[in-house]
């Protein structure tokens, strides 16, 4: 199964020597590395379908410095869906609000019918798009209703909801990111 890491800091906090120790892990997860920094509601996403110890990129986007607040990084070991950027985690889509969801997800689907209608409309093939394609259209029809935004305390409440939804018979480890929460759900 894949590996996750969050940071979420109150300040800036230098990252690059936990990112070496993270990513040298894929060794045993060499289908595909991700890495998000967060910038208001926008997010760099950078990833790629190969090991991360193999990444001529990623060698030399560490030796940058990085330091960051919030952060999201992924190794791959796959388990649903082929090798290919678009099934390489972090996945990221933005609610009706305009607000940027950012999912990381370890494990597998097994089976959920919450999931099923969103094969059609993923880009890539993996069960850990579909999962933020639910979360977040359960966000949109909640806002549809309100009329105003949703609070920390509704988005965290929705959230959980969603994750109860899919995790019966599953296994879900996730990192959501919203721009303001992170989220953390761990059933391995």
């Keep these: 199964m ?6 979420s ?3 800036k906090v230098p990252c690059n020597d936990l990112l070496q120790t993270f990513f040298s892990h894929s060794t045993n997860h060499q289908d595909g590395w991700g890495l998000a920094a967060f910038y208001g ?3 760099v996403i950078e990833k790629e379908p190969v090991s991360a110890v193999d990444s001529a990129y990623l060698k030399t986007r560490l030796t ?6 919030i952060l999201l990084a992924h ?11 678009i099934n390489s985690h972090p996945f990221a889509i933005r609610d009706v609000r305009d607000r940027l969801w950012t999912l990381i997800h370890n494990g597998t689907i097994f089976e959920s019918a919450e999931l ?5 409309r993923q880009k890539g093939s993996t069960d850990s798009e579909r999962i933020l394609y639910y979360l977040v259209d359960q966000i949109n029809a909640r806002q549809a209703v309100r009329q105003t935004p949703l609070s920390p305390k509704a988005r965290f ?10 995790v ?19 059933n391995h």
């Design 9 to 11: 800091s109150q300040e």
């Design 157 to 166: 409440s929705i959230v959980d909801e969603a994750v109860r939804a899919v």
């Design 64 to 69: 940058d410095r990085i330091k960051e607040d």
């Design 41 to 43: 509601n926008t997010a």
């Design 116 to 120: 099923e209608p969103y094969k059609s």
């Design 75 to 85: 190794i791959r070991k796959a388990s649903v869906g082929n090798l290919s950027y």
């Design 168 to 186: 019966p018979g599953n296994k879900v480890n996730l990192l959501i990111y919203d721009g303001e929460l992170l989220y953390v759900h761990c």
């Design 2 to 7: 894949c590996e996750l890491l969050g940071v």
